[in-house]
């Protein structure tokens, strides 16, 4: 049995520091925890209030989940190239419950709660080229926002999930194969360097018909390694997929035609795939496919922060 006097200082420390709604996560044992998900593990269920993570540089292999109603939280890395969550999730592989991971289940982070921020920290999937889905960031929660951050893996990197939900990432860089910005979230990627790993497609967009947006593109740059030169800037996982690519540089490794069906001639109906003054060796509008729009002055209007993710004021995260 421990004594009643060893007890009580225990819990004064545990509640002293979530008192401070700070909690510095250290490799070398020099902060409050070791690991970010015992970081992670301190917030209690049904949190309302700010609590800010601060992970010091380091290599931390971990499969991360954080729960719904762990809402709130700010994690901060102490350096972009330095500070590095990683974990080798992939499908096809074992859980250890048993279950067999696929695509919803294969990721190395995974964001249910609301009201999330990064910032400086490179998420990252390891399983390999040719290990299938290996998703770094499964974003579930609404009102994510994500800065100065690096996505790295290669099939399906970013799952933007969640019906309904609103997510930001701004002056990031996302590197992968296939599909790699994927799922049915309206997201807005601004200032972010995308970059293609093999000659295959962008994103996979599965949004649904009722949301006016999808993944939408503005100020960015996108890049590929050397020799690639068949990569769409994207395709529709359900017919009613929306991206739009709003004043990008657009490199030469995307096809002329600019989109892929997914070999379904009806998703053309269906699809919003658009592109406003695309500029660079892969830019032509001419040779686009006929079922994408080249959009308006009068119609790119619409397509501001402010107006694609509604009452969420993104500047507060800044």
Known sequence: MIKRSLILPLLFFACTVFAQKKIIVAKDGTGNCKTVQEAFD???????????????????????ILDTRKDFVTLIGEDVKKTVLTYNNHAGGKLPNGDTVNTWNSASFFIYADNFTAKNITFVNDAGFTAGQAVALFVNGTRAAFFNCNLIGFQDVLFCSGHGSKQYYKDCYIEGTTDFIFGPATAVFVNCHIHSKKNSHVTAASTPREIPFGFVFINCKLTADSGLNKVSLG??????????YINCEIGSHIIAEGWNNWKNPDNEKTARFAEYKSYGPGANAEKRVSWSKQLTDEEVKKYTVENILGEWKIEKKK
């Not at 609590?51 to 292999?61: D, E, L, N, S, W």
């Not at 395709?235 to 739009?244: D, E, H, L, Y």
Request: hydrophobic fraction near 35%; proline fraction near 12%.
């Open 42 to 64: 301190k917030i209690p269920a049904g949190n309302k209030k700010p609590v800010t993570i601060y992970v010091k540089a380091g290599i931390y292999k971990e499969r991360l």
């Open 235 to 244: 395709r529709p996982w359900q017919p009613n997929a929306s991206v739009a």
